[in-house]
């Protein structure tokens, strides 16, 4: 393969890595000069890709939508991560239903080696999502750009419908997304609260795309995976409560941390926080975090408020008796 047709195709791959690059970034990836970058660029744009470019020190090239869908370059992890996440878009609730999944993952098979086939084969056994096909549609469209968001670390605006029903604008720094039970969620930097937040992406509307770039923010994968636990308990469960603690609202935030959402000052001294489960146990698993020595009220309601106390009583009066006997050694038999 020709020099100039081995440096355009990895031109074109890193074009398809990241929304945004410098002609002085692509020069220096690629060891060629920046005139040398304009003139495979021009090559990629008589092959049918769409390459917008902008001058000044902000500048730089940028892989548009065109007319239509050139050929794509994909790594042999991509290939497989791909094929993989089609055969489970097929089954989920995507709003393009399974039809087109399932005649783009043919399209994509066809072509993969056989040592690549075996391993999607293998690793599409063992993906089982939980609860996802009970969850909302999601358009796949709006999926597509959030996740590009994040890969780019662009900054977005969207219109956010909440459980009640308002409608407001928002601007973000989008970080991650994350399907958990039964619905997709969007992990991002808020602007005008100037805090993290967590969107149901079905509740999500209007994606546009800002152009303007920002350092993301440090963030563990454990923190990611605790907000997006948070966010899930905030979708309504069967057994719901407010528990009402004697402790101030700054304190109670402090001890909880992300935990703490949806907590409110009931006065100087004390806060409302809800809490609920899909039955009394895991609301009962919820109060049980309030800090030792920490008085506080709950309306938890019936039945659940009886079995709740049923529970317990039964809890204190096996704390309250005689321990049982040892565990008896087994005797080994004879030889």
Aim: aromatic letters at 6%.
């Amino acid at each position: 393969m020709p020099d100039t047709t081995t440096r355009a195709l990895s031109l074109l791959n890193l074009l398809q890595a990241h929304r945004h690059w410098s002609g002085a970034e692509l020069a220096a990836r690629l060891s060629v000069t920046e005139r040398t970058v304009r003139r495979d660029v021009e090559r990629l744009r008589e092959l049918g890709y769409r390459i917008e470019s902008s001058p000044g020190a902000a500048g730089g090239y940028r892989l548009e939508a065109g007319s239509a869908v050139p050929p794509l370059l994909l790594t042999d992890e991509e290939a497989v991560a791909m094929a993989i996440g089609l055969r489970l878009a097929a089954s989920q609730r995507l709003v393009t239903g399974p039809e087109t999944t399932i005649t783009a993952l043919a399209k994509l098979e066809q072509v993969l080696p056989a040592p690549l086939r075996r391993r999607v084969n293998a690793l599409a056994e063992t993906v089982q999502p939980a609860g996802l096909n009970a969850g909302a549609a999601v358009s796949t469209e709006v999926l597509g750009e959030l996740a590009l968001a994040c890969r780019d670390h662009e900054r977005i605006r969207f219109a956010y419908t909440s459980a009640t029903g308002q409608t407001t604008r928002r601007r973000v720094e989008p970080h991650a997304l994350s399907p958990a039970d039964r619905h997709w969620y969007l992990l991002c930097w808020d602007l005008d609260k100037d805090d993290w937040r967590t969107f149901r992406v079905d509740r999500l509307a209007d994606v546009e795309h800002t152009r303007v770039l920002f350092e993301p923010r440090p963030l563990t994968s454990d923190e990611i995976e605790e907000f997006i636990l948070v966010a899930r308990s905030w979708v309504r469960q069967p057994v719901e409560a407010d528990a009402v603690m004697a402790l101030p609202l700054d304190r109670m935030q402090a001890l909880f941390g992300q935990w703490a959402q949806g907590a409110t000052a009931e006065d100087d001294g004390h806060t409302r926080w809800p809490v609920g489960g899909a039955d009394f146990r895991e609301t009962m698993y919820g109060l049980s975090w309030i800090p030792e020595g920490v008085a506080y009220t709950t309306d938890l309601a019936e039945p659940a408020r009886s079995e709740l106390r049923e529970c317990v009583e039964r809890m204190l009066r096996a704390l309250d008796a005689a321990p049982p006997a040892p565990r008896r050694a087994e005797s080994c038999p004879p030889l």
